[in-house]
């Protein structure tokens, strides 16, 4: 059974930081692209970050430069650090996972975890 399990969530002050993690189970973890996505709402949902299986690193231009992507592959995990949070970067975020096994695309997404930065 595939499950990507989201933490680290919470309300946070203008300025502050906090480290989401996702934990995955059920599917082959390295072989897989891991993202981090936001939907706000009555906002489409959008990509924060993405990093492949090979460790290459992709970000959204909003959040370039206050984000960080890392995976870690022995624990089956990926973290999304974020640093100097605004208002705006109110949302639910959710961890994706994509690949291709045995000739056949996956997509899994998590449930999700609600951030919620104050000013």
């Known amino acids: 059974q595939v499950q990507l399990v989201e933490s680290g969530g919470g309300l946070v002050q203008l300025g502050g930081s906090l480290r989401l993690s996702c934990a995955a189970s059920g599917f082959t973890f390295r072989i897989s692209a891991m993202s981090w996505c936001r939907q706000a709402p009555g906002k489409e949902r959008e990509l924060v970050a993405r990093i492949s299986s090979t460790g290459g690193r992709t970000y959204a231009d909003s959040m370039k430069g206050r984000v960080s992507i890392s995976r870690d592959n022995a624990k089956n995990t990926v973290y999304l650090q974020m640093n100097s949070l605004k208002p705006e970067d109110t949302a639910v975020y959710y961890c994706?996972?994509?690949?291709?096994?045995?000739?056949?695309?996956?997509?899994?997404w998590g449930q999700g975890t609600q951030v919620t930065v104050s000013s």
């Open positions: 994706n996972a994509r690949g291709r096994m045995l000739f056949k695309d996956y997509d899994y």
